[in-house]
């Protein structure tokens, strides 16, 4: 049974940093594309980044370009999302997922971890 737990979300103040991870269970990580998406209240869940299973390529949001950053040890079965100058409006639920590619549907999820950002 796969799992995907996430940690490190909590309360920052606008310009501050967090680093999201994401631990894997039940099935071989380094052969699976990861993402992290997010949600926020009264809004549909959006793409926030995604690397590929060799940790060669990445494609973020244009949101988040040159603020975030994915990566991932395939040796710890965890991906992470650094997070830097955030912003209010990245306020949302952050969950990790894990698929076939970056861009094909992602087969399991976790169950999120709240960020908030003050302004």
């Known amino acids: 049974q796969v799992q995907l737990v996430e940690s490190g979300g909590g309360l920052v103040q606008a310009g501050g940093s967090l680093r999201l991870s994401c631990a894997a269970s039940g099935r071989t990580f380094s052969i699976y594309a990861m993402g992290w998406f997010r949600q926020a209240p009264g809004k549909e869940r959006e793409f926030v980044a995604a690397?590929?299973?060799?940790?060669?390529?990445?494609y973020y949001t244009d949101a988040v370009k040159g603020r975030f950053t994915i990566s991932r040890d395939n040796a710890k079965n965890t991906v992470y999302l650094q997070m830097n100058s955030l912003k209010p409006e990245d306020t949302a639920v952050y969950y990790c997922?894990?698929?076939?590619?970056?861009?094909?549907?992602?087969?399991?999820w976790g169950q999120g971890t709240q960020v908030t950002v003050s302004s």
């Open positions: 997922a894990q698929g076939a590619t970056m861009t094909a549907k992602y087969d399991y």
């Open positions: 690397i590929s299973w060799n940790n060669i390529n990445t």
